[in-house]
């Protein structure tokens, strides 16, 4: 049964900074591509971050570029989010996400939220 759980979530000051983490088990997770995907109130998915399945290649949304690192420990079954400078527009249910070699995202989690605000 895939699993995936994520945690670290919670309420930031603007400036401030978050690690979320999401622990996998279920499916092979070093061979998934691992990703992050967030949704603000009243808003579509919007596509954060993602870490291939070797760790060595990282991607981002224009609009977290430099502030927020995606890394995973496959032997710890785990992909984090270090979410540094946080802003307002930060604020949404960020999601874990795995997907298998040459497919789009396959597994979900059920979420965490964070919320900036003074």
């Known amino acids: 049964q895939v699993q995936l759980v994520e945690s670290g979530g919670g309420l930031v000051q603007p400036g401030g900074s978050l690690r979320l983490s999401c622990a996998a088990s279920?499916?092979?997770?070093?061979?998934?591509?691992m990703g992050w995907v967030r949704q603000a109130p009243g808003k579509g998915l919007e596509w954060v971050s993602d870490?291939?399945?070797?760790?060595?290649?990282?991607y981002y949304a224009d609009s977290v570029k430099g502030r927020f690192t995606i890394s995973r420990d496959n032997a710890k079954n785990t992909v984090y989010l270090q979410m540094n400078s946080l802003k307002p527009e930060d604020t949404a249910v960020y999601y874990c996400?795995?997907?298998?070699?040459?497919?789009?995202?396959?597994?979900w989690g059920q979420g965490t939220q964070v919320t900036v605000s003074s």
């Open positions: 279920g499916f092979i997770f070093s061979s998934c591509s």
């Open positions: 870490v291939d399945g070797g760790g060595g290649r990282t």
């Open positions: 996400a795995g997907a298998v070699p040459g497919g789009q995202y396959d597994y």
